[in-house]
Structure formats: C-alpha cells, structure tokens
C-alpha cells in the first residue's frame, strides 16, 4: 500500500484530506510543521509527500529543499497561492508538482498515481540497452542515467523523464500540452510547471542557459532535444 506524508498546518484541511486519501487507499501521515514532517520522513519514508507552504516556524520551501538533499522522493504541492511567483519558487525548491487550494481529492489522487507509476519509469530496470546521444549528452533510459562530456549529471526523477520524452523523439517539438500530458500523466494543468523544469534541466546540462544547444525553445510551439 502506498504511503503519503501530509504535512498541512489547517487541522481541517488537514483532518479531511487525510480521510479523503484514506478512502482513495492511501496510508497517510499527517503532521502539522516541517520539522515534523523532516522527523517522521527521516523514520519512516513515505512513497510521496503533500507539503504546504505557509506553515509555521520553517516554511515548505525550505522543507521541501531539505528533503531533496536526503532523497528524490516525489513532492506535491498542496496551496492556495496560486501566484506564478510562489509555483516557480516552490517547483524551483524542488517540487515535482502543485495543485491549488481548494483541491478536488479525485484529480489530487490521480496526480498520486501518475507520480508513482513515474517514479517507477524512472527507476534502473536492469541491463543498460540503449544509449541516446546528443553531441555531448548522453541519455540512458535502462540505466536512468545522463552524462554530460563522460560525467553523471544529478537529476531529479522528473527532470529524467522530461528529457526521456524529449530524447525518444529528436529534433521533434513537443509542446507543453504534450508534455504535460506524457511526463506528469495531466489532461489538464498548469504549464508553468513543464517550463520551470526545462529550466532547471538547462541549468544542469547547457553551458550556457541562455544560448542552449541541446534543449532548444521553438517559440509559440514547445520544446525539443538538439540531435
């Protein structure tokens, strides 16, 4: 049974988004602060962790930036800011994905799936097979591994499977929608969260951001990985 950590300082938000995951068949940990949450994660690791952002003593930003040097476990975002600030500043920290307050349980639920079913994508599955190259970065899917001039590049779970699905068609432009859609399994959602993590890969992989030469911006139509 999957587990999710809960950490929401409204005791009835808290109360009923416990019970709503309950009833979706999660196993739910609830707590009230980020040090809490830091403590039980440490303890007992969930599968998935929801997270706030305005909680009292430390914030969720920096929640969720400490979790991300202990472990890539996904992160959503569970708040009513909806500001394009606050969702780039929390993707940013490290979050694989926000909803905005007041959230329907079902498409919070779905989101969960879609998270655990790419998060086990990501995993190495064995024997490494295949090795797609582009100049100087290497993408290995089997291995779910990236190299860039020889050398490994840390990268989360999404950012592996955003640029999975870019290096699967290359010099094919993949809009937003289409990402969205493919990486973070939405129908529906805020496209901002494709653009903060191709901006977060960029960071990772080109040498210079602003003039990059694997992962290139087609203005108006999307995005694709440079063969």
Known sequence: MSTVLLIEDDDRIRVSLTMALEDEGYTAHAVATAEEGLALQREKPADTVLIDLMLPGMDGYECIRRIRRDEDVPIVVVSARDDTHDIVAALEAGADDYVV???????????????????????PSGPETSVLTFGELEVRPEAGEIR????PVAVTRTEFRLLCELADHPGLVLSR??????????????????????????????????KPRHLVTVRGLGYKLQP
């Not at 860039?148 to 050398?151: A, I, K, P, T």
């Not at 859609?181 to 939405?186: E, K, L």
């Open 148 to 151: 860039l001039r020889g050398e």
């Open 177 to 210: 929608h289409q990402l969205l859609q493919r990486v973070w399994g939405h129908e529906f959602g805020d496209e901002r969260v494709v653009d903060v993590h191709v901006g977060r890969l960029r960071h990772k992989i080109e040498t210079d951001t602003a």
């Open 101 to 123: 307050k007041p959230v329907a349980v079902k498409e919070l639920a779905a989101r969960l799936r879609a998270l655990r079913r790419r998060s086990r994508a990501a995993a």
